[in-house]
């Protein structure tokens, strides 16, 4: 079975500032890791995937996440926040084969302030 | 734009009764899934249909079901209302099977069961 850890229901930062989300996994095969952000009233949209090509992913708008097999950690990171980031970002495990469907973690909302 | 339209966006029903809510995806993606997120929860997954037949459930009653069609629409129903269905409802639908296939998101229906 598979389950997604997100530490953090809230995190608030100031624009410009370092943005860091964290993301624990735990999966019996190796996974497939997936980062989606959702604005107010809005569906998920894709920000970055890890599928074992490399392990710093780069996604859209300057996200990164890297893949730390030994910490089972996928965190997501922001060298510089601005107030469009502002949203809540789901972090969510799929397995490599079969019928694989995702996983969500809780989700952290992230706050940003002039 | 992920190419997956949902309908309606918002509904409201009374609870003992049955909603059908659409989805429309991208040509090509024959891999569909339904999902619920409750609020301030992440998407928990309800089904999953590849080529019109349902090759995977999620934790969800019999009263959730659906179908696949082929011009890549598909539908959830869901019979006897409850208070707790009240949820965001999202479909998202992919090209093939694979664990590291994207998967794209609609914007979801909101439904309310008052």
């Not at chain 1, 229901?9 to 959702?38: D, I, K, M, T």
């Not at chain 2, 309606?8 to 993606?29: A, E, F, N, Y």
């Not at chain 2, 459930?57 to 890549?72: D, I, K, M």
Request: glycine share 10%.
């Amino acid at each position: 079975a598979q389950s997604v850890t997100q530490l953090g229901s809230h995190v608030s930062v100031s624009e410009g500032a370092l943005v860091l989300l964290r993301c624990n996994y735990s999966s019996s095969v190796p996974p497939y890791l997936f980062w989606y952000v959702q604005y107010p009233n809005q569906g998920l949209q894709l920000l970055l995937k890890y599928t074992s090509a490399a392990t710093l992913v780069k996604g859209i708008n300057g996200f990164e996440a890297e893949f730390k097999k030994s910490e089972t950690s996928f965190h997501l990171t922001k060298p510089s926040a601005h107030m469009s980031d502002a949203a809540e970002y789901f972090c969510a495990v799929s397995e490599w084969s079969g019928y694989s469907t995702l996983t969500f973690g809780k989700g952290t909302m992230l706050l940003v302030s002039p | 734009e992920t190419g997956v339209t949902q309908s309606p966006t918002h509904l409201i029903k009374t609870r003992g009764q049955q909603v059908t809510l659409r989805c429309s995806s991208q040509s090509g993606h024959n891999t569909v899934s339904w999902y619920q997120q409750a609020l301030g929860q992440g998407p928990q997954f309800i089904f999953q249909y590849y080529r019109e037949e349902e090759n995977g459930r999620g934790n969800f009653p019999p009263r959730f079901s659906g179908l696949q069609f082929p011009n890549y629409s598909s539908e959830l129903n869901v019979n006897a209302l409850e208070l707790d269905d009240s949820a965001l409802y999202l479909c998202a639908s992919r090209d093939g099977q694979g664990g590291g296939n994207t998967i794209y998101f609609g914007e979801g229906s909101w439904l309310t069961v008052v």
